[in-house]
Every structure is written in C-alpha cells, then in structure tokens.
C-alpha cells in the first residue's frame, strides 16, 4: 500500500504554490524524529528541516497544503479511502521505521 500513487486524487493547490509565497500548513501527523509538528505554518522557501523530511517521507509534500484550504482536508480526512487518510497512514508507518 505504501508503494501506491494517490497524487491524481489530491484536490488541493500544488505545493509550488509556496512560490507564490502562499503560507502552507502541514497537516499530516507529528513526526518527532524529524522535527515535524502538525499545523505548522510556513512561508516562503521551507526550512532546510521540512526539505530533509521530505526526502526522508517523500508523502509529506501531499500534507503541505494552503492554510486556507484546511476545512477541505478535515472534511475529507473522514473518508475512509480518501487520499488525505491514505496519506496520513503511510507517513505515519514510514515514521516508525526511522
């Protein structure tokens, strides 16, 4: 299941959107280990941390999104096989293994 491609059925901006310096909020879970606190908000270019975390989790750039689009992810976080809880789960069980 980690191995799947769920990006055709993201329904938020692009991430790149932090170009346009859009302020983005993660929203996937805590991840300690790489210093990746949920609801976090950043503007501008991410921090060398978030860039490393990606790297590491590469799904973590799906839970990157505009901070005004947040009541659309909590709504479809509910969803069983939506994409936001697919996500959510393979990042979490990625955080495990490090």
Not at 19 to 29: A, H, R, S, T
Request: proline residues 9%; negative net charge.
């Amino acid at each position: 299941m980690a191995d799947e491609n769920f990006e055709d059925e993201i329904i938020y901006s692009e991430p790149e959107s932090k170009k346009d310096d859009v302020p983005l909020m993660y929203v996937g879970p805590n991840i300690h280990k790489l210093g990746i606190e949920k609801y976090t908000i950043y503007r501008g270019e991410l921090p060398p941390s978030v860039e490393l975390a990606i790297d590491k989790i590469p799904e973590i750039i799906h839970m990157l999104i505009p901070v005004d689009e947040l009541m659309k992810f909590t709504r479809n976080l509910l969803l069983p096989s939506s994409p936001e809880r697919k996500y959510t789960k393979i990042i979490q069980d990625k955080a495990r293994e490090l």
